[in-house]
């Protein structure tokens, strides 16, 4: 049975913090509803009613352009162990890159990866947990590499041009607001 919160209890917190992964779910008034896994232990919960992640540059930057729009943001973690539980987090969401104000207030909250694009925060308006029981039951092999070896390939320069060709208008026109 579901059970809503207008917070993130301790419990949740838990749950949250114990999975090896997560997605986000937004959407403009048009166009494609976006749904993005991310892991790479760039979650975190800030308190009761915030929390967010380290974004890294992607081919696609569609969470900011929709946040930019409209604000709405979800954030859903499975659990895949024997325990099922599902969490929802819904809100809205704000995007902080290194040159805005509050980055750094944030920045050691999350682990240094190289290929960082932005802080994605959720003001939580409220919480949900359902009974995954239709979930499969996986167990976790091991986090990939593949994404820093071809950060660190790249480089600074060329990490830069990526985001400027690739990270700037979403796949439907929007702006991201990455040069702003």
């Not at 950060?151 to 991201?176: A, C, P, Y």
Request: glycine share 10%; hydrophobic share 35%.
């Amino acid at each position: 049975m579901a059970e809503f919160f207008d917070h993130i209890t301790d419990k949740i917190a838990e749950f949250i913090a114990a999975q090896p992964m997560f997605f986000t779910g937004t959407a403009c008034d048009t166009g494609r509803v976006n749904v993005s896994p991310k892991g790479m232990d760039t979650f975190r919960v800030l308190g009761p009613k915030l929390c967010g992640y380290l974004d890294l540059t992607g081919s696609g930057n569609e969470t900011a352009a929709h946040i930019k729009n409209n604000g709405r943001l979800t954030f859903m973690f499975n659990s895949f162990s024997r325990a099922a539980l599902i969490v929802r987090l819904y809100g809205k969401g704000r995007v902080l890159r290194p040159q805005h104000r509050d980055f750094a207030t944030y920045e050691d909250k999350f682990p240094k990866l190289t290929g960082q694009r932005q802080i994605i925060l959720l003001d939580v308006e409220s919480t949900q947990t359902a009974c995954g029981w239709g979930v499969p039951e996986m167990e976790l092999k091991a986090e990939r590499q593949t994404y820093a070896k071809a950060i660190e390939k790249m480089g600074g320069d060329v990490l830069q041009g990526t985001q400027q060709k690739r990270n700037v208008i979403s796949i439907d026109g929007f702006d991201t607001g990455l040069n702003d």
